[in-house]
């Protein structure tokens, strides 16, 4: 079966302000996103990739594009399904003033419950990407056969949906999953069941060095919404 490689986009600068992008338009990568960006080819040089699938927000197609750039050949195709979470009222806030709200407890403890106001369900997330996986898994084994190797670049929360459809957990532990920006998670589905290949793959061990609390985001053991900026 096809082999998925999913790509959470680079460091964004609304990763380092603090605030949750959700689908807000005009967030780019930052200095360090577009870094990271610039290094995926190399990090991925010797897999024979098939096909490029993003998010059509600009910050997972910028981090898509050295790939693109170094491989002519490859096209890039758009998924609504994989765009970020629709978070409704709660885009454009600082992450630091959601704490309060007390729904942040719910998306935390209970992400199957959760429903932003004005925007999706977390469930209704973790479907609609799901569902666009399984379908593109399907369609790139169809095309370029069993052993065929794509990537997809998305967002924190729906790789983290992803990976827990792909384990088996129920969405309400999908918050004990951690994937860094520019980190590489890759699955391969088969007949019977999904294979976890590789889990926010960075090669940098950076971000597991001792931080003070207030930067790291999860000092309590909360989950970082969105995915977090990674290391500094």
């Not at 577009?34 to 197609?61: H, M």
């Not at 827990?164 to 951690?178: C, E, K, T, V, W």
Request: aromatic share 4%; glycine share 10%; proline share 7%.
């Amino acid at each position: 079966m096809a082999t998925l490689i999913l790509v959470r986009h680079g460091r964004s600068t609304a990763n380092t302000s603090g605030v949750l992008a959700g689908r807000t338009p005009g967030v780019l990568l930052d200095e360090r996103g577009a870094a990271q960006a610039a290094e995926l080819p190399a990090r991925l040089a010797g897999l024979p990739i098939a096909a490029a699938v993003s998010s059509p927000l600009e910050r997972c197609r910028e981090t898509l594009r050295p790939l693109l750039d170094a491989r002519p050949g490859l096209a890039l195709h758009t998924d609504e399904r994989i765009s970020e979470c629709d978070y409704g009222d709660w885009s454009g806030r600082k992450l630091a003033e959601l704490t309060e709200d007390p729904l942040m407890e719910v998306v935390q403890q209970h992400p199957s419950a959760a429903a932003f106001p004005g925007g999706e369900s977390m469930p209704a997330m973790q479907r609609r990407a799901v569902e666009a996986v399984r379908e593109w898994n399907a369609r790139v084994e169809a095309e370029h056969g069993p052993d065929a190797v794509f990537v997809m670049c998305s967002h924190g929360d729906i790789i983290k949906s992803v990976v827990a459809d792909a384990l088996g957990m129920h969405l309400d532990l999908f918050q004990r999953i951690s994937v860094e920006p520019c980190s590489l998670t890759a699955i391969r589905y088969t007949r019977l069941r999904p294979f976890l290949m590789r889990l926010g793959e960075t090669g940098d061990f950076g971000s597991l060095a001792p931080r003070p609390a207030k930067e790291s985001g999860a000092d309590d053991g909360r989950a970082v919404v969105g995915g977090g900026a990674g290391a500094p």
